[in-house]
C-alpha cells in the first residue's frame, strides 16, 4: 500500500488568495495521481487527473502539477464556493489509497 | 447525465452483513471499472473496493478483505458491495464511484462520478 502523505490539515486565505495543497507519495507514482473536492454532504468532485490536467468544466483557478513523489494542488483567486476539504488520490498501484483531506475555509 | 444511486445501508448490529446496491445510468456501464468508498463520521475519504469492468478485477482494502465482496450485472448496470462480519469501525457513509473507462487508452484508475453516498451503521 502507497500511504499518501497530505498537507496541511487545514488552510484559510482570503477571497481572492491562493492556496497550495500539497501530497507526497513515498515512491514514485509517476503522474498517476488525482485531486478531489468535497463540500459536506455533496458527493466527491474530481477535480484534476494525470496530476495536471483539469477536468473539464472545473474552473481554471484550480491548477495541480508535480510528478513522481511530490504534487501540488493550487487553488487562485479564491472563491466562497471553493470551501470544503480537498483530497489526493494515487491510481498507480493498488490498493487505490487517498491522502488524509485539507480543510479549505476562508479568513 | 451520469447518475449513480447507492441504496441497501442502514443500522445492523456487530457481525451482521448488507448489500450495497449502485444503481447508474447516463453513461455505457459496461465500459467503465467501478468502485466503492467510504467516509468514517469525522474522517477522510477511504478506499473500499474496485471491480473491472468485465469482473475481471477485483480490488479490496486489506481491512475489508475476505469480509466485503464486490460483484456488478452489466445487464442491468447495478454494481454491489457485499458487507458480511460487519464491524463498528465499518460505520460511514459508502460512496459509489466511476473509476476508468476501459476503451480509453488514456484513463486510469481515478474515480470521475460520484453518488451522494449511503450510511452504514454497525452497532456494537
Known amino acids: 500500500e502507497i500511504p499518501m502523505i497530505q498537507f496541511p490539515s487545514s488552510v ?4 481572492g488568495g491562493t492556496v497550495t495543497i500539497t501530497c507526497r507519495a513515498p515512491q ?11 463540500k459536506p454532504g455533496k458527493a466527491p468532485k474530481m477535480l484534476i487527473y494525470d496530476a495536471s490536467t483539469l477536468k473539464s468544466g472545473v474552473p481554471s483557478r484550480f491548477s495541480g502539477s508535480g510528478f513522481g513523489t511530490e504534487f501540488s494542488l493550487t487553488i487562485s ?29 476562508i479568513k | ?27 455505457i456501464f459496461s465500459h467503465y471499472y467501478m468502485g466503492w468508498v467510504r467516509q468514517a ?29 464486490i460483484s456488478r450485472d452489466n445487464t442491468k448496470n447495478l454494481v454491489y458491495l457485499e458487507m458480511n462480519s460487519l464491524r463498528a469501525e465499518d460505520t460511514g457513509l459508502y460512496y459509489c464511484a ?17 453518488g451522494q453516498g449511503i450510511l452504514v451503521t454497525v452497532s456494537s
Open chain 2, 41 to 69: 463520521p469525522g474522517k477522510g475519504l477511504d478506499y473500499v473496493s474496485y471491480i473491472g469492468s468485465s469482473s475481471g478485477f477485483k480490488n479490496y482494502a486489506d481491512s475489508v478483505e475476505g469480509r466485503f465482496t
Open chain 1, 28 to 38: 514514485s507514482i509517476a503522474r498517476w495521481l488525482a485531486w478531489y473536492q468535497h
Open chain 2, 1 to 27: 447525465q451520469v447518475q449513480l444511486v447507492e441504496s441497501g445501508g442502514g443500522l445492523v448490529k456487530s457481525g451482521g452483513s448488507l448489500r450495497l446496491t449502485c444503481k447508474t445510468s447516463g453513461f
Open chain 2, 98 to 114: 466511476r473509476g476508468r473507462d476501459y476503451t480509453n487508452s488514456s484513463a486510469y484508475n481515478w474515480f470521475d462520478s460520484w
Open chain 1, 77 to 105: 483567486n479564491l472563491r466562497p464556493e471553493d470551501v470544503g476539504t480537498y483530497y489526493c488520490q494515487q491510481s498507480d498501484n493498488f490498493p487505490l489509497t487517498f491522502g488524509g483531506g485539507t480543510k479549505v475555509e
Open chain 1, 12 to 15: 484559510s486565505a482570503s477571497v
